[in-house]
């Protein structure tokens, strides 16, 4: 299961994008979305590393399960963090941060 969804790092046919506002559920600001008609991956802004990490985790998830309910994805999501090796969290990091914000200025 986790070297699936890991594999799905390197696989996954989404764009990842980044926004500093996702859609509100339940009145809580979403940390990303799986946005399959643009074929995009949303990750909120202003997260930690380690959150954004997690939540790119969640949404391939959701991308190999689609039919696992939001806590069992968050499980799995979080369960495969804890046990990726420090390089493959690097990799997963780099992924999941914005490129807009480790730029070097012109
Ligand atoms: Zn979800």
Redesign the pocket.
């Known amino acids: 299961m986790i070297a699936q969804v890991f594999q799905e790092v390197f696989d996954t046919s989404y764009d990842i994008t980044f926004r500093d506002r996702l859609p509100r559920l339940a009145g809580c600001q979403?940390s990303?979305w799986?946005d399959p008609v643009n074929d995009r991956i949303l990750i909120r802004r202003g997260l930690s590393l380690e959150e954004r990490s997690i939540t790119l985790l969640?949404?391939l998830v959701?991308q190999c399960y689609p039919d696992w309910s939001?806590e069992d994805?968050?499980s799995c999501a979080v369960y495969i963090y804890d046990r990726l090796a420090e390089e493959d969290k690097a990799i997963l990091g780099f992924l999941a941060t914005d490129p807009a914000e480790t730029a070097i200025a012109a």
Do not use: R, S, W
């Open positions: 979403v990303g799986l969640h949404e959701h939001e994805v968050e």
